[in-house]
């Protein structure tokens, strides 16, 4: 699966305008690191989420209603993370995404435009895409661990653990029945 590699433009991360910056005893520096990886991460969930529900909307065949409800609730649980991550960068004195423009620069996750996908490939897709957030949020998480940002460190730990559990969801539900992956 090809990931995008992040754009960068003026905007993308770091300090908010005097007005919007929130104290902090972290380093300016650090809060822009880890404002960055923030801004990141939201534009991958936001393009997981929209790939998630699109999944979602155009799922068929035999096992319609399972898919159609394991898709539903995963993106529910994306959407959920959307509010935390933003919330997040601005508490630290970042600015956050702006715009679907802006999520479209800095996501890594790749859009699916296809009219048609087979519910297998959705599904494998779909599972690579949580496989590639995990490894995002881990390249988070050092951020935080190098800037001594625990609070951050401490939230990105919770989302790998259900990130890792959809692609565990999504793997079973791909899995041959011989027991090999996809």
Known sequence: MEQKTSQKSAGDGGQAAPALRTPTDLRPQATSEVAEALN???ADVYA???????FHWH???PH????HLLLDDQATELFAMTDPLAERIRKLGGKTLRSIGHISR???ISDNDEEFVEPSRMLSELCDDNRALVSNLRA???????NKDIATASLIENWIDESEERTWFLFESVRDPDGSGH
Not at 140 to 146: L, M, Y
């Open 48 to 54: 997981l989420y929209l790939k998630t529900k699109n």
């Open 59 to 61: 799922m068929s065949g």
């Open 140 to 146: 988070a998480h050092d951020i935080c661990d190098d």
């Open 106 to 108: 800095l996501q890594r």
């Open 40 to 42: 990141a991460l939201l």
């Open 64 to 67: 319609f209603r399972d898919y």
